[in-house]
C-alpha cells in the first residue's frame, strides 16, 4: 500500500482566514480523494482529484471554498476558504489501491477553527 | 442515494469476549464493501474488501462477511489492542471510486 504524509498535521486558525493542507504520496496515482471528518462523525468525500484536470466536487461542496490542486502524480492540496468554527473537522486525503477499488488514507489534518 | 447503517454505535467488551459488528447497506449496484479500522487521531486503516454475497475475508482475530443487505465483522477472542472505531464503507458501480462510509462502530476491549 502506498505511504501517505499530509502537512500540517493540525492547525488552529482564525474565522475569516484560509488554510492549505499537502497531500504527498510516495507513489504515482491516477486518483486522488479528499475526505471530511467532523468532529464525531464519520467521513465524507469532499472531490476526487485527476492530475491535469479539473476536481469533481461531491454535492455539498464547491469549488471557491474547497479549491484543490492536483500538479503531478504524487501530490495534491486542499484549501479551505474563508473558514468559519463549522469547518472544524479532520480532513484526510486518499489514494486507490494499485489494481483494486480500496483506498488508503493519510493520517489526517486536524483543523480547528476559532 | 447509497445508505450505510453501522450498529451498535459503541461497544464494550471483555477480553476474550468474541462479537460481531452489523453494517447495513442499501446501494444499487454495489461495487463493493470495504472494512477500515480507526484509531484515535489517525486516518483509517484498509482492512478488508468484500464483492458478492457469501464471501468471507479474515485477518487474525477479524472475519468480515457479505449478504445482499448486510455485512458483519466478527471479532474472536478479542484482545485491547483490538480497541478502535471500526468503519464500513460501500462504493457504487456507477459512483466512480465514491466511497460512502457509515457511522462506525466505537469498540472498547477491556482487560
Known amino acids: ?114 | 442515494e447509497d445508505q450505510v447503517t453501522q450498529s451498535p454505535e459503541a461497544l464494550r467488551l471483555q477480553e476474550g469476549e468474541s462479537s460481531s459488528l452489523n453494517c447495513s447497506y442499501t446501494v444499487s449496484g454495489l461495487r463493493g464493501l470495504f472494512w477500515y479500522r480507526q484509531d484515535p487521531g489517525k486516518g483509517p486503516e484498509f482492512l478488508f474488501t468484500l464483492y458478492s454475497a457469501g464471501e468471507e475475508k479474515e485477518k487474525e482475530r477479524l472475519k468480515a462477511t457479505l449478504t445482499k443487505k448486510e455485512s458483519f465483522l466478527h471479532i474472536t477472542a478479542p484482545k485491547p489492542e483490538d480497541s478502535a472505531t471500526y468503519l464500513c464503507a460501500v462504493q457504487r458501480k456507477a459512483a466512480g471510486n465514491k466511497l460512502t462510509f457509515g457511522g462506525g462502530t466505537r469498540v472498547l476491549v477491556k482487560p
Open chain 1, 1 to 114: 500500500s502506498a505511504v501517505i504524509s499530509q502537512k500540517p498535521s493540525r492547525d488552529i486558525c482564525q474565522r475569516g482566514t484560509s488554510l492549505t493542507i499537502q497531500c504527498q504520496v510516495d507513489s504515482q496515482v491516477t486518483m486522488m480523494f479528499w475526505y471530511r471528518q467532523q468532529p464525531g462523525q464519520s467521513l465524507t468525500l469532499i472531490a476526487t482529484a485527476n492530475q491535469g484536470s479539473e476536481a469533481t466536487y461531491e454535492s455539498g461542496f464547491v469549488i471557491d471554498k474547497f479549491p484543490i490542486s492536483r500538479p503531478n502524480l504524487t501530490f495534491s492540496t486542499l484549501t479551505v476558504s474563508n473558514m468559519s468554527p463549522e469547518d472544524s473537522s479532520i480532513y484526510l486525503c486518499s489514494v486507490e489501491g494499485q489494481g483494486h477499488y480500496e483506498q488508503y488514507f493519510g493520517p489526517g489534518t486536524r483543523l480547528t477553527v476559532t
